[in-house]
């Protein structure tokens, strides 16, 4: 079972694994929208798209700065140019997801919360 991404925006909580950790998938919601530019063009400066149903990790160009940080103002810049192809249409303007916050707040919660051997 792969880890959920790093960068939990537009995912979704779907189950637990054998050892009953919980894991995001990407949702629908994070795919349901146009890149500004081309998918071809995307693809060049993002080098690999999100996808429904999977756990993968986003391109950190998406979201990490030179210093492999999370950085706001690269996912901006994203969320601005290629959002489909990041898997961030839940957090453009036109869409702006209400719930991400509670499920990544459910996420965290309950990784804290399982009982340590």
Request: charged content about 20%; some cysteine.
């Amino acid at each position: 079972m792969a880890a959920a991404p790093a960068d939990l925006n537009c995912t979704e909580l779907v189950g637990a694994d054998s050892k009953a950790r919980k894991y995001c998938e990407y949702s629908e919601n994070a795919v349901n929208c146009n890149d500004k530019f081309s998918s071809a063009t995307c693809l060049v400066i993002y080098t690999a798209a999100v996808k429904v149903g999977t756990s993968d990790e986003r391109n950190a160009k998406c979201f990490q700065n030179a210093a492999n940080q999370r950085d706001e103002e690269v996912v901006q810049v994203a969320v601005q140019t290629c959002p489909k192809t990041c898997g961030y249409c839940c957090i453009t303007p036109a869409y702006n997801c209400k719930n991400k916050d509670a499920v990544i707040q459910l996420l965290l919660y309950e990784q804290n919360s399982e009982v340590k051997p």
